[in-house]
């Protein structure tokens, strides 16, 4: 298959202040909460924190938190890294780091370093698949731990932390989507946890940590969702979700839920959502909003950084942008 380029009465003064806070930051984990009205709800109420970052234009990008910082990482064939202590302000780490240009690559924190894993550069008329991984603790020099990672070249796989490992799952190498699974313990040296999961093969899915398990969220336009505790064997928690199938969307873990945010609506190929969705267990998911404040997009990034969801830049209906925008307020 080929690849498309591609949420009882007491005085208000008697609460303790961590209530107030818990409210502010999860309140859509209750949506029938009495104090939802007068908070700002976790993934249905989203502010803009800069409607033009200092960062060019991108999608197929990777976010990272790291040294209390949050990170955009090359997309769009850029080799650049950038940072900012609140969203709002970012600082150029490198303009062109020793890896080379890409998109649809992933990124992870490990080992107290922040890594860079595979991913592709657009040449004319094609794209060229990488399976070079790198890593680096400042964000502008750059090492390389291998050229030629064992998983072999791809992109639109995602990347995750677990069990002391870094793990690629899945992916479309130029020819083919893939639903293997591989992790290292230094970045170099690859072993195949499986090379056939009882997932379909897949790109533009998510994974998350969550409940000590491994998560793949949709994907290649689909609404499944599995979880393995080895890598090896997958369990499926539900073939179809409350959400629409997509791809290239964003997941990630906040205020114990697993969350879904926009993509790509299959009903109508190239048709965008910016819809935010949580759940508890994988199965039964809750949507926070239908249409978020933010543009409809795919091929955005994001992350939990300060208690807070955010979201940067993305190919969005209205095009290429580089805003960002965080939820709750």
Not at 203 to 229: F, K, P, Q, R
């Amino acid at each position: 298959m080929g690849k498309k380029g591609l949420h009882k009465k007491i005085s208000v003064f008697l609460l303790p202040i961590s209530l107030i806070v818990f409210v502010a930051s999860c309140a859509s984990n209750n949506p029938s909460s009495p104090w939802v009205a007068k908070t700002s709800i976790a993934g249905a109420d989203w502010a803009e924190a800069t409607a033009s970052a200092a960062f060019p234009v991108r999608y197929g990008h990777t976010n990272l938190v790291y040294n209390n910082e949050m990170w955009v990482i090359a997309g769009f064939n850029y080799n650049d890294v950038w940072n900012s202590a609140d969203g709002t302000n970012w600082i150029k780490a490198t303009g062109s780091a020793a890896f080379k240009g890409r998109e649809y690559h992933s990124s992870a924190v490990y080992d107290n370093k922040m890594w860079v894993i595979a991913g592709a550069y657009l040449i004319p008329s094609s794209s060229v698949f990488l399976s070079d991984v790198w890593y680096s603790t400042d964000g502008a020099d750059w090492y390389e731990a291998t050229g030629n990672a064992a998983f072999g070249q791809r992109d639109s796989h995602t990347s995750l932390v677990y069990n002391n490992a870094i793990w690629v799952i899945g992916g479309y190498d130029g020819s083919n989507l893939r639903n293997d699974v591989w992790y290292s313990t230094d970045g170099a040296n690859w072993v195949t946890a499986t090379g056939d999961a009882a997932f379909s093969a897949r790109y533009g899915h998510t994974s998350v940590v969550y409940n000590n398990e491994m998560w793949v969220i949709a994907g290649t336009l689909m609404n499944d969702v599995w979880y393995s505790s080895d890598g090896a064997n997958w369990t499926e928690a539900t073939g179809n979700a409350d959400f629409q199938g997509r791809q290239n969307h964003v997941s990630m873990v906040y205020c114990n839920k697993m969350w879904v945010i926009g993509g790509e609506n299959p009903d109508n190929f190239g048709t965008l959502m910016n819809d935010v969705w949580f759940s508890g267990d994988g199965a039964n998911w809750t949507e926070a909003i239908a249409n978020a404040a933010f543009s409809a997009r795919w091929n955005h990034a994001g992350a939990v950084f300060n208690n807070k969801i955010w979201l940067t830049a993305g190919n969005s209906k209205i095009g290429i942008v580089d805003d960002v925008w965080h939820s709750p307020y």
